[in-house]
T-cell receptor
Framework: AQSVTQLDSQVPVFEEAPVELRCNYSSSVSVYLFWYVQYPNQGLQLLLKYLSGSTLVESINGFEAEFNKSQTSFHLRKPSVHISDTAEYFCAVSAKAAGNKLTFGGGTRVLVKP | DVKVTQSSRYLVKRTGEKVFLECVQD?????MFWYRQDPGLGLRLIYF???????EKGDIPEGYSVSREKKERFSLILESASTNQTSMYLCASRLGGSGNIQYFGAGTRLSVL
């Protein structure tokens, strides 16, 4: 079985400040890792994913996440946030062998203040 | 672009009613999923389907059933709605194979009174 822990349920941050959202997972097998974002009144959208290769992955809107196998973490960072980054962010894991089922963390709500 | 459409954004039902939530995807994806989303709990998998007429229980199937008669459509059924099923329900679809991502619908917010 696998599980995902997002350590912060809410993160208030000022515009143009950096933000880090923490994600730790547990799994007995190799995994794929994902960050999804949910803007107000919308469904989830993929932000970025780690499948293999470079442990640092980036999104088109300035977010990045680093896979750390020894610490079983996949923290999400952005050096300078915008008001439009206000959303809920979900970390998710799926076992490589099973491939289909995603296990989600509890979510981190980011509120960007002017 | 992949489109996953959930038939209703908001639903209000009474305790004991039979409730159908419909989901349609337009990308010929083999896999489809139903989740419920509750504050602080993230998304929890209710049921999923690998193919037409195939279904498997997720982590919280109690009180729910599903139907997949056509590849593009996956229905979630609450046989007798209860107040503890008040929640946001999200449908997703995915191309079969390892590492492929899930695409989500906008969600249905169900209130059971």
């Amino acid at each position: 079985a696998q599980s995902v822990t997002q350590l912060d349920s809410q993160v208030p941050v000022f515009e143009e400040a950096p933000v880090e959202l923490r994600c730790n997972y547990s799994s007995s097998v190799s995994v794929y890792l994902f960050w999804y974002v949910q803007y107000p009144n919308q469904g989830l959208q993929l932000l970025l994913k780690y499948l293999s290769g470079s442990t640092l992955v980036e999104s088109i809107n300035g977010f990045e996440a680093e896979f750390n196998k020894s610490q079983t973490s996949f923290h999400l960072r952005k050096p300078s946030v915008h008001i439009s980054d206000t959303a809920e962010y979900f970390c998710a894991v799926s076992a490589k062998a099973a491939g289909n089922k995603l296990t989600f963390g509890g979510g981190t709500r980011v509120l960007v203040k002017p | 672009d992949v489109k996953v459409t959930q038939s209703s954004r908001y639903l209000v039902k009474r305790t004991g009613e039979k409730v159908f939530l419909e989901c349609v995807q337009d990308m010929d994806h083999e896999n489809m999923f139903w989740y419920r989303q509750d504050p602080g709990l993230g998304l929890r998998l209710i049921y999923f389907s690998y193919d037409v007429k195939m279904k498997e229980k997720g982590d919280i199937p109690e009180g729910y059933s599903v139907s997949r008669e056509k590849k593009e459509r996956f229905s979630l059924i609450l046989e007798s709605a209860s107040t503890n099923q008040t929640s946001m329900y999200l449908c997703a679809s995915r191309l079969g194979g390892s590492g492929n991502i899930q695409y989500f619908g906008a969600g249905t917010r169900l209130s059971v009174l």
